[in-house]
């Protein structure tokens, strides 16, 4: 934490000894293995979230359209994150930040719509956190006290706090270390029981119905929903932040940084989502912990790994905000300075009380994250990243690789367009079963 961090402009030398330069920042860049960012991006991947595939993806497309869906998801999530690693460096300047270099590819109205499509990304990613770590805690409190005394809003509030105090003690993605080694114990820990547990549940059950759910009109938008939450699983939407924390040569090791994800990371999400589904079929439930049967002890230490694991995720995905702010306000030298805390705690403690009281007033926002994944993950991942690849390298690639590329663009387009129109028709929806501060 003691870190002192130059925010000049520097020049590094890459793997072909070609000068780049580094943009200012506050935070500590160029300092991390490729093993390293492996663990962030995996860490953001098996995520809680993980524990609500069997119900969101599973349950809306069934065994075949599950599996394949999650493969194909996995193999096109990958070729697009590589894309955007390998422009990193493009141009002589090393793009630390995502809007920079769709700055420096499209110009300053770009530079303006991205930097606004990833945050709010981002902003409703930590809203939903901060629900699952207070859905986390409640069913510790259920566990032992089903008298509904203590409604979720509470929970979110004490889950808010944590990160609030997490994000002040931790000041940049660099300085997570040791915790990312806490991150991916729990994350095992829970997925383990939860994969233990329904794999238990499963034999003993009877036959589970495996039939899509709904009407006809109704499975085609929960389809489409689910295949906005097939996106989601596999894209953090700031891999240039991500990036940026690797030390050099910056593309060589952040390609093995993806292959460590999309190879030995995508292993633990598989197994929770298909024994999910298998144990309990279409009935199995948004939050897995809430579908399972076993000793309490181990249903609460599953649920206390959630809400611990949950706040390192959270901190992640805040940290492109949190590096914006302390950039702009000089906010560089030792974290322990007066100042420096200061800073940390009025403004990062002021965006995750705002980000706190979404989560507590809205618990059901999965449906406006759909919308946001629509509108900003689809681009930011998918067409983006290929379009900006097209510009960037178009005289070296062949007619083959520009029609490949065109044909990502077109057909992620017309996704991100039918993904928001699903998504509307859920928000009006549940807005008729659900009031503010619901408690769910």
């Given amino acids: 934490m003691d870190d002192v961090v130059s925010t000049r402009p520097t020049k590094v030398y890459d793997d072909q000894s070609i000068a780049i330069e580094i943009p200012e920042t506050a935070h500590q860049i160029s300092s991390d293995s490729w093993f390293q960012a492996g663990f962030v991006l995996t860490t953001g991947i098996n995520s809680a979230y993980v524990l609500g595939y069997s119900g969101a993806v599973m349950v809306p497309l069934g065994w075949v359209g599950g599996v394949v869906g999650l493969i194909l998801a996995t193999i096109i999530s990958l070729n697009a994150n590589a894309l955007i690693a390998m422009l990193h460096e493009f141009g002589g300047k090393r793009h630390i930040r995502y809007r920079d270099l769709a700055g420096f590819i499209y110009g300053p109205k770009a530079y303006s719509l991205t930097w606004v499509l990833q945050y709010v990304n981002l902003f409703m990613i930590n809203v939903g956190y901060v629900i699952l770590a207070g859905q986390a805690l409640k069913a510790v409190y259920v566990l032992f006290r089903d008298d509904n005394a203590m409604k979720l809003p509470y929970f979110i509030a004490m889950a808010g706090f944590a990160c609030g105090v997490f994000a002040i003690c931790i000041p940049h993605l660099s300085a997570l270390g040791i915790w990312l080694g806490f991150s991916t114990f729990f994350s095992l820990s829970y997925m383990a029981i939860s994969f233990a547990l329904s794999l238990r549940d499963g034999i003993k059950a009877p036959p589970r119905d495996y039939s899509i759910p ?227």
């Fill in 214 to 440: 709904g009407s006809d009109i109704s499975r085609v938008f929960t389809t489409i929903g689910a295949s906005a939450s097939l996106v989601f699983a596999f894209n953090t939407g700031m891999l240039p932040e991500i990036q940026a924390t690797v030390r050099q040569p910056a593309v060589r090791n952040m390609m093995k940084g993806l292959y460590f994800q999309f190879s030995v990371g995508v292993l633990p999400l598989y197994a929770v989502a298909f024994m999910g589904y298998w144990a309990y079929g279409n009935e199995a439930e948004g939050y897995l912990l809430n579908s399972v049967h076993g000793p309490v002890w181990v249903k609460t230490y599953a649920n206390i790994s959630v809400f611990l694991q949950t706040v390192v995720a959270l901190h992640i995905f805040a940290s492109p905000m949190y590096e914006f702010l302390d950039t702009k306000y000089g906010i560089k030298g030792s974290a322990l300075a007066v100042r420096n805390v200061s800073f940390r705690v009025m403004v990062r403690g002021g965006y995750l009380t705002v980000t706190t009281l979404l989560a507590a007033a809205l618990p059901f926002i999965g449906d406006f994250m759909s919308l946001t994944g629509a509108i900003s993950t689809f681009p930011l991942t998918f067409i983006l990243a290929n379009h900006m690849y097209l510009v960037a390298k178009g005289n070296k690639l062949t007619s083959l690789q520009k029609s490949w590329h065109w044909l990502n663009v077109i057909l992620f387009g017309v996704m991100s367009v039918a993904a928001a129109v699903a998504a509307l028709r859920l928000i009006a929806v549940d807005s008729k079963h659900y009031s503010i501060f619901a408690d769910i």
